[in-house]
């Protein structure tokens, strides 16, 4: 669960702070050093971000191997709600929840995701662009992420799905994490929470602070039968494999 501070700034170009990853490590070198010279690949993170179009979903995707295919281009992913700009895509929390696959046809209709100013759910068609106050105000809020690497390189099965408060936010079952060059076999094996942050909607003489809190970790090898955010009874799954260096 995520939680921002009272009165964190919900408006301007915040920039991006780094919220969540799931990638997998190499073994060997730097486990924090990325980028196409780095030892991960198959990356995905989501980062908070707010700006004049308001708050936005960002979600970031790198691929294997990274020396060739760090952008995830080759092969490059298909049905979704926006198109990659270097492996990212800045999605948001009204038009983009109902079309999934960009097809310009409604997959969804928001039923969880609710305005936190009015507590009903963001009218898409009504309401234009929602902002920080709107989606994340200062309450505590469920997010769920489901990944699972494609079958073979190049093959376009592979899946990334993403909740918020119990509403489906992204889903993509056509990934390819593995590129047409990888050499196969890649698994996801690495978690990371927080991140470096480019937060720039004060001047850096300021020296201003603002926080977020998470809590409630759970790390599954399967997804829930029922994850919706009422579901507060399912026992978790331990992961297996798990090693804490």
Known sequence: M???QPKWTPLGETGITKLFRISSYDGAGELYKAFSTGNSSAIF???YES???GARNTLSFRGDPQETNY?????APIDTARGFINGDMSLNFTGNVIDLDG?????????????????????PYTEGAAGHDEVWGDKWHKVEFFVQMNSAP????GVVKQWFDGQLLFSNESF????????GGILWNFVHFGGNSHFHAYPDSERREEWYSID????????PENRNNDSSNFQPKPPSSIAIE
């Open 216 to 223: 409630d970790i759970v790390i599954r090898t399967d997804m």
């Open 176 to 183: 390819p994490w593995m590129g047409h060059e990888s050499e």
């Open 154 to 157: 190049g093959a376009m099965d």
């Open 71 to 75: 952008a995830i281009k080759n092969p």
């Open 2 to 4: 995520d939680q921002a």
């Open 45 to 47: 993170l989501w980062d």
């Open 51 to 53: 700006n004049k179009y």
């Open 103 to 123: 097809d310009s046809q409604p997959d969804q209709e928001i039923t969880h995701l609710n305005n936190l100013k009015t507590g009903l759910p963001i009218d």
